[in-house]
């Protein structure tokens, strides 16, 4: 007979990006599934607004506003995760930012500033604040950081972003391999193109880009946040744990071609 337990039972999840798109979409799904949420983004007013619905649905979820690319910010969000909930087992490191139709050599250098910051000194940020918590606690933890096709091709969006994005895969290699000893697993998603307000604002800049976005994945649509989140809490969960240090597809297929 199937379990009936929530795949996050007992767990204490940190999730970035969440006020909005993929990361929002988790922290609903992820507190379906019995995890306590710690939900990190800028925008206050809207994580709390998630945290609500979470908390009115009987889960339990907390708020810390906040920038992935400052490291204090981050240290304050796992240091609050370990205050309320005495633990953290998994993080979702989601947050992220992109650009496009400017072309590499009119693209201005706080554009690609601001793009690595929040792409890959994020998640270097949060990987640090959090692989030092589970090993404090001696959690056999689980991470999982947003990449996306980006990550693997060029896309047609702003080379620092694809930059960006390979970066992150690397970085999700090398800490799978240097913390596997200590139980924790590291993973990434190899995103496709998504319905969030990310990708609504690219598309706004540059709407000829939707149909190469859609038409490359094998779908030919745009993914549902929901469905990313899926693949996530997945990863977060005891139901991948032999899986680590992988760039796990969610692209309709775009990558198969």
């Not at 939900?39 to 998630?50: N, S």
């Not at 793009?115 to 090993?135: F, K, P």
């Not at 970066?167 to 799978?176: H, I, K």
């Not at 596997?180 to 190899?190: D, F, K, Q, S």
Request: net charge negative; aromatic share 6%; proline share 3%.
């Amino acid at each position: 007979m199937a379990s009936t337990t929530p795949l996050l039972h007992g767990k204490t999840v940190m999730i970035t990006g969440a006020s909005s798109g993929i990361g929002a979409a988790a922290a609903h799904a992820f507190a379906a599934e019995g995890a306590a949420v710690v939900l990190m983004a800028r925008r206050e007013d809207r994580l709390e607004h998630h945290a609500r619905l979470i908390r009115e649905s009987g889960g339990a979820a907390l708020c810390v506003a906040g920038d992935v690319t400052d490291g204090g910010d981050v240290q304050r969000a796992v240091d609050r995760a370990l205050d309320s909930f005495g633990r953290l087992d998994a993080a979702f490191n989601n947050a992220g930012w992109a650009s496009s139709g400017t072309p590499l050599h009119r693209t201005d250098d706080s554009e690609y500033d601001r793009i690595m910051d929040v792409n890959v000194r994020g998640v270097w940020n949060c990987l640090r604040a959090q692989i030092t918590a589970m090993l404090d606690t001696g959690t056999r933890g689980a991470i999982v950081n947003t990449s996306s096709v980006a990550g693997l091709r060029a896309t047609g969006t702003a080379a620092p972003y694809i930059a960006a994005k390979h970066a992150v895969l690397g970085l999700t290699r090398a800490a799978a391999d240097e913390y596997g000893p200590h139980g924790i697993r590291v993973n990434a998603l190899v995103v496709g193109s998504t319905h969030t307000e990310l990708m609504d604002e690219v598309l706004t800049r540059t709407p000829s880009l939707y149909e190469p976005f859609t038409s490359r994945a094998i779908q030919r649509r745009l993914a549902d946040p929901s469905e990313v989140a899926q693949a996530a809490l997945w990863l977060c969960s005891d139901r991948s744990s032999f899986t680590t240090g992988a760039a796990v597809p969610v692209d309709g297929g775009w990558t198969a071609r």
